[in-house]
């Protein structure tokens, strides 16, 4: 069964750096697009960023860039770089593998706070 791990979230000081990582298995992580998206309470999920199999990238516009999508096909690790974090970052973040076209397998979530 598909399975994704994240890991890297945690408490972090406004200018600050963290590298999200999201370990995937149960997939051909190399053929698979994968994501990152983010969600704040009271608001829905938005993407953060997205990378496809042949590494082509596309970002939410409020990342103006500040945040890298990256893959590692030989660790089936996808990773989220997020530099100049600002409060309004503060959400939990997910993993995401679209496994079709209505399909889509997701982590648990970690959490991303930002302090002022």
């Known amino acids: 069964q598909e399975q994704l791990v994240e890991s890297g979230g945690g408490l972090v000081q406004a200018g600050r750096s963290l590298r999200l990582s999201c370990v995937a298995s149960?997939?051909?992580?190399?053929?698979?697009?994968m994501g990152w998206y983010r969600q704040a309470p009271g608001k829905q999920r938005e993407l953060v960023a997205f990378?496809?199999?042949?590494?082509?990238?596309n970002y939410g516009d409020f990342v103006k860039g500040r945040f890298t999508i990256s893959r590692d096909n030989a660790k089936n690790t996808v990773y989220l770089q997020m530099n100049s974090l600002k409060p309004e970052d503060t959400a939990v973040y997910y993993c995401?593998?679209?496994?079709?076209?209505?399909?889509?397998?997701w982590g648990q979530g970690t959490q991303v706070t930002v302090s002022s």
């Open positions: 995401a593998a679209p496994r079709g076209a209505t399909t889509t397998s």
């Open positions: 149960g997939i051909i992580f190399s053929s698979n697009a």
């Open positions: 990378i496809k199999s042949d590494g082509r990238t």
